[in-house]
């Protein structure tokens, strides 16, 4: 499949009319062919519109349907072959090998929410019959299940140009849900995207969907995003960025006539507790597998260990001295863009010229463009808990040792943590006294907690929460990662005496879909 420099509008491939992009190979600095010319504001109508005329087909398609669409799309994007691989790292600088393991993921996350569509338990059905003997008062029939919020507004991710992006996440947990989707797609990998894009095209084609059920906008600027975060055909929106960005869609997305959920996950630094016992016992071994994690990807991951937090004493000297070693030796690795590398310098720049914070170890410069050259800074307890700068994500290799003088002082930097999306604890058989004071905190404040690992790595599965407190995500309640995702995309409703003939198959009497329902309170082999 050729990469043609073309937006996706329902089953439409055209080109924009709006200023135009180009992606940059961040491993040469070259720029890359073709360009994409920015979508319209009316195009945005088009593909707002087609998303709206898709819904209420594409959300009654059968369980089995649904289900096959998405295996579809994982089957098309496998059909892509060397090619979306090629261009994907071309795009993003990123190795063969993660970025095949990075497509093995999309795929295998579509076929799983494929499985949770047939499984229907996401349509929490509720059925209470009638009573009309009851007394005091008759009871009248009530069936509840939950439907497709509407169509949703998905932004691309820079770090997993596949993953997180087109066919990413949020864009299969909302099409399993039963929303048609628009994708705008993230500037830094927009051939990416193209052929991601005309794959999940090709599928709702080949399973004789309606063809407003996905559309794919480019855009050079802001404008596009803003566009569908406002406009009244879109009911959600899935975000991973930065905060910033996504501070301002949500501000967007909550002042609209009509306000609608925004789902963002933006910054987390993923602190890391050394308790006494396990830094004692394992230092080296903690501080190789600290260097190995934060070096992951160059640090690119939203689960990097920015933070690490342990009592002061020789233990701790003898981690940050094997730490620093370790991270002396890394090679530097090439950033995503241009772009995301001068925001991580100036990350570095601005702990360097912190006067609470001294700078560990840094590793070795070579003459790559955009090479991360990992970074590691100390500071004490006291200026963590005085200066919330300290907790600002630096995107990529760096982290920042926390010295405290007291169990006591550990905590008090737990309570002063920001939201995060994990928190990890390293402890042996006697430090769980410790942990056992932390956890309460830890709990308030993350959305994954860890022990004795790293938090790089998230397993898609049922058990997964990719989320946690702002600002790590706007919705503390909502995974990203795993099963759960598809909750975000849904609302209940209520059905007070339809006749059965009206109602939905899920609730009709008989239970011809095979659901696991809860009737009268009892709950249905």
Same mark, same amino acid.
């Given at each position: ?63 089995? %349907? ?14 892509? *072959? ?21 497509? *093995? ?14 499984? @229907? ?8 019959? %009638?009573?009309?003997?009851?007394? =005091? ?12 919020? @509407? ?26 849900? @039963?929303? &048609? ?115 992951? *990807? ?32 890394? &090679? ?122 790293? &938090? ?47 109602? =939905? ?21």
């Amino acid at each position: 499949m050729h990469v043609d420099g073309v937006q996706l509008i329902g089953k439409d491939q055209q080109r924009g009319s709006q200023s135009a992009i180009q992606a940059v190979n961040p491993a040469t600095g070259d720029t890359l062919e073709p360009e994409w010319a920015g979508s319209s504001q009316d195009d945005v109508k088009r593909a707002c519109q087609l998303a709206d005329e898709a819904l209420d087909t594409y959300r009654e398609t059968s369980l089995e %349907a649904r289900a096959s669409f998405l295996e579809t799309i994982a089957e098309e994007i496998e059909r892509l *072959g060397d090619a979306l691989i090629e261009r994907a790292m071309a795009e993003s600088g990123l190795p063969e090998a993660r970025l095949t393991g990075e497509r *093995g993921r999309t795929c295998n996350q579509l076929r799983l929410f494929a499985r949770v569509v047939r499984d @229907g338990e996401w349509l929490d059905v509720r059925i209470d019959p %009638a009573q009309p003997e009851r007394t =005091p008062m008759p009871r009248v029939d009530l069936r509840q299940r939950s439907i497709a919020l @509407g169509p949703v507004a998905i932004f691309g991710a820079s770090n997993f140009p596949l993953a997180f992006s087109v066919a990413g996440g949020d864009t299969a947990s909302a099409l399993a849900a @039963g929303c &048609p989707v628009i994708v705008k797609a993230h500037n830094a990998h927009p051939g990416t995207s193209e052929l991601v894009g005309k794959a999940i095209q090709k599928a709702v084609a080949r399973c004789n969907l309606p063809e407003g059920v996905f559309s794919l906008l480019y855009d050079a600027d802001t404008a596009i995003g803003k566009a569908l975060v406002t406009h009244p055909s879109i009911k959600a929106a899935g975000f991973t960025g930065s905060r910033n960005g996504g501070m301002t869609l949500w501000q967007l997305a909550q002042n609209r006539p009509e306000p609608i959920p925004f789902y963002a996950e933006m910054s987390s630094i993923n602190p890391v507790f050394l308790l006494g016992n396990a830094l004692e016992q394992r230092t080296q071994a903690l501080a190789e597998g600290f260097v190995n994690s934060l070096n992951m *990807g160059a640090g690119q991951f939203c689960t990097s260990p920015g933070l690490v937090i342990a009592r002061e004493g020789e233990a701790l000297n003898r981690f940050i001295d094997a730490a620093a070693s370790a991270l002396k030796a890394l &090679p530097s690795h090439t950033m995503l863009t241009p772009g995301i590398h001068d925001a991580y310098e100036q990350g570095v720049a601005r702990l360097a010229a912190h006067s609470q914070v001294r700078s560990v170890a840094r590793a070795d410069s070579n003459d790559q463009p955009n090479a991360c050259r990992p970074q590691l800074f100390s500071t004490d307890a006291q200026a963590v808990i005085a200066d919330n700068t300290l907790q600002e994500e630096v995107f990529g290799a760096c982290s920042l040792i926390v010295a405290c003088s007291s169990d006591e002082e550990v905590r008090d930097v737990a309570r002063a943590l920001e939201g995060q999306l994990t928190v990890t604890l390293h402890m042996d058989e006697g430090d769980q006294q410790a942990a056992g004071q932390l956890l309460p905190i830890l709990e308030r404040r993350a959305g994954r907690l860890l022990a004795n690992g790293w &938090p790089t790595g998230v397993e898609v599965s049922d058990a997964m929460v990719h989320g946690g407190p702002f600002p790590s995500t706007s919705d503390s309640r909502t995974t990203s990662v795993g099963t759960g995702a598809i909750e975000r995309f849904l609302r209940p409703v209520c059905y007070q005496d339809i006749p059965e003939p009206l109602q =939905p198959e899920a609730l009709k009497a008989g239970n011809p879909l095979s659901l696991k329902r809860l009737v009268d309170g009892q709950r249905e082999a």
